[in-house]
Nanobody
Framework: QVQLVESGGGLVEPGGSLRLSCLAS????????MAWYRQALGKERELVAV????????NCADSVKDRFTISRDTVKNTIYLQMNSLKREDTAVYYCRAGDVNSGWRNDYWGQGTQVTVSS
């Protein structure tokens, strides 16, 4: 049974930092591609960052690439999203998504999401 469990969200002031984690189980981590998405209230879900757990390659959305970093721990089967210099517009529910490195998102899985609120 595939499980994706996000953690690390919370309330942070503008300019602050948070690190999100997504613990994966039920599939071969090293043969997966995983990503962070976010959905702000009233807006569509958007891709934030993606990582290929086979070769470690990463990519981030232009809106966050200078502030956010996606990484992985292949021993802990966990991906992370380090978020620095947070802005109010980063407020959203952040979701973890997993797919297969060969078939992509054809058979995908989602976590339950973790709330990030940037406010003073």
């Amino acid at each position: 049974q595939v499980q994706l469990v996000e953690s690390g969200g919370g309330l942070v002031e503008p300019g602050g930092s948070l690190r999100l984690s997504c613990l994966a189980s039920g599939f071969t981590f090293s043969r997966s591609v995983m990503a962070w998405y976010r959905q702000a209230l009233g807006k569509e879900r958007e891709l934030v960052a993606v990582i290929n757990n086979f070769d470690g390659s990463t990519n981030c959305a232009d809106s966050v690439k200078d502030r956010f970093t996606i990484s992985r721990d292949t021993v802990k089967n966990t991906i992370y999203l380090q978020m620095n210099s947070l802005k109010r517009e980063d407020t959203a529910v952040y979701y973890c998504r997993a797919g297969d490195v060969n078939s992509g998102w054809r058979n995908d899985y989602w976590g339950q999401g973790t709330q990030v609120t940037v406010s003073s």
